[in-house]
């Protein structure tokens, strides 16, 4: 099975940003579906962002215009760019590809 290891995560203050990073150990980035899911305390795991292997994007309503993914095929690399980030943001993000997961990285917003 493909691992999965997420980095970029920290505390940034409202309004800050903050650049996800998911890397493959196998080929497998622009072959399947990816995204991009979260979990904050007590909630339920949510989908952020997801990308086609054609390249086709959906975004959860609360962070379109401000979550950004894509992705480096050669690199087999994922990328979040989240901008304006709020409070509510506040999560353990994880990276999701065909049937991998990974570890999470905790992203934390607050002044």
């Known amino acids: 099975q493909v691992q999965l290891v997420e980095s970029g995560g920290g505390l940034v203050q409202p309004g800050g940003s903050l650049r996800l990073s998911c890397a493959a150990s196998?080929?497998?980035?622009?072959?399947?579906?990816m995204g991009w899911y979260r979990q904050a305390p007590g909630k339920q795991r949510e989908m952020v962002a997801t990308?086609?292997?054609?390249?086709?994007?959906t975004y959860a309503d609360s962070v379109k215009g401000r979550f950004t993914i894509s992705r480096d095929n050669a690199k087999n690399t994922v990328f979040l760019q989240m901008n304006s980030l709020q409070p509510e943001d506040t999560a353990v993000y994880y990276c999701?590809?065909?049937?991998?997961w990974g570890q999470g990285t905790q992203v934390t917003v607050s002044s």
């Open positions: 999701n590809i065909h049937v991998s």
């Open positions: 196998g080929r497998i980035v622009g072959i399947y579906t």
């Open positions: 990308m086609t292997s054609r390249g086709s994007t």
